[in-house]
């Protein structure tokens, strides 16, 4: 079964800064399926990024992702107040659907 | 625009069984599969299983196997996850999300419903 582990546990940035967030997964996995969600607390979860790298309608685009094989990213590059929040990485495996345990990104 | 209203919160008691809904609205019920995954307090995301909205077909994570039944009307465009043999490390916030089949992502999601398992 694949493992999805997500760095760090939490990030604290600020306002206009950069954040990187890490997805690693135990083996090699299909970029086409890695997805990343925002969560806000209290809400559902929101679809950014599918396919490792494609942003979902409605996305800004300081949001990226990038990576293959084991190793995932999610980039914000310039914070904003309303980016900080939970995010989750998200693999379909061997007929089952995986999420990371989450990053939460805090001010 | 896209719309899935799940039902409200819910107590059950341990060993009872819940049943949640989820309503779809703005697009073509029949076109997309509808998963269930839930989040304990505190915690991540679990996926739980999915139904073919189209032909009714199912598949569930193993870990639910036997406990879990998702089924649809397609009458009413609406989805209900039923568990049964509650225990307290069910209660949760249970969410329904759709997916185009073989994107492997979930682009709408539900509300969410609480479920509290306590005696």
């Known amino acids: 079964e694949i493992v999805l582990t997500q760095s760090p546990g939490t990030l604290s940035l600020s306002p206009g800064e950069r954040a990187t967030l890490s997805c690693r997964a135990s083996q090699s996995v299909s970029s086409s399926r890695l997805v990343w969600y925002q969560q806000k607390p209290g809400q559902a979860p929101r679809l950014l990024i599918y396919g490792a790298s494609s942003r979902a309608t409605g996305i800004p685009d300081r949001f990226s992702g990038s990576g293959s094989g084991t190793d995932f990213t999610l980039t914000i590059s310039r914070l904003e107040p309303e980016d900080f929040a939970m995010y989750y990485c998200q693999q379909y495996g061997i007929s089952a659907f995986i999420f990371g345990q989450g990053t939460n990104l805090e001010i | ?119």
């Open chain 2, 1 to 119: 625009q896209v719309q899935l209203v799940q039902s409200g919160a819910d107590v059950r008691m341990p060993g009872a069984s819940v049943k949640v809904s989820c309503k779809a609205s703005g697009y073509t019920f029949t076109s997309y599969f509808m998963h269930w995954m839930r989040q304990a307090p505190g915690q991540g995301l679990e996926w739980m299983g999915r139904i073919d909205s189209n032909g009714g077909g199912t598949h569930y994570q193993q870990k639910f196997q036997g406990r879990v039944t998702v089924t649809r009307d397609t009458s009413t465009s609406t989805v209900s996850m039923e568990l049964t043999s509650l225990r307290s490390e069910d209660t949760a916030v249970y969410f329904c999300a759709r997916e185009m089949p073989g994107t492997f992502y979930f682009d709408h999601w539900g509300q969410g419903a609480l479920v509290t398992v306590s005696s």
